[in-house]
């Protein structure tokens, strides 16, 4: 069973920045698929970043150019640097895992990871990021 925890979120002004982690458990040796997502109330649920085992990353439009992912392998760590931040940044993030193994060694893509994690991947609570103007 893999268990995510988020953490790092809250409340900046715009252009500010923040860092989100999120921890992973998984099996001894066993290595992840991990994403970030996020939504906010009345909306979809969107990809915001991932990150595929060979460190390749993959950002939604919206984000490209102000946030990075980025993985501790060993520890099953990821981490969402979030740089000139705006009102519409605020949202719900949520970190997202699933065992590589189930994918036959490459990760899915972000979209394909919206598509299939909400009933098959591994999801932490979620964590409140909110950038005032």
């Known amino acids: 069973q893999v268990q995510v925890v988020e953490s790092g979120g809250g409340s900046v002004q715009a252009g500010g920045s923040l860092t989100l982690s999120c921890a992973a458990s998984a099996y001894t040796g066993s290595s992840l698929c991990m994403a970030w997502f996020r939504q906010t109330p009345g909306s979809l649920r969107e990809g915001v970043a991932s990150?595929?085992?060979?460190?390749?990353?993959t950002y939604a439009d919206s984000v490209k150019g102000r946030f990075t992912i980025s993985q501790d392998n060993a520890k099953n760590i990821l981490y969402l640097q979030m740089n000139s931040l705006k009102p519409e940044d605020t949202a719900m993030y949520y970190c997202?895992?699933?065992?590589?193994?189930?994918?036959?060694?490459?990760?899915?893509?972000?979209?394909?990871?919206?598509?299939?994690?909400?009933?098959?991947?591994?999801w932490g609570q979620g964590i409140q990021v909110t950038v005032s103007s």
């Open positions: 997202a895992a699933d065992p590589l193994t189930n994918y036959g060694g490459s990760c899915p893509t972000l979209s394909e990871a919206l598509f299939l994690w909400p009933e098959f991947g591994h």
């Open positions: 990150i595929d085992s060979d460190g390749s990353t």
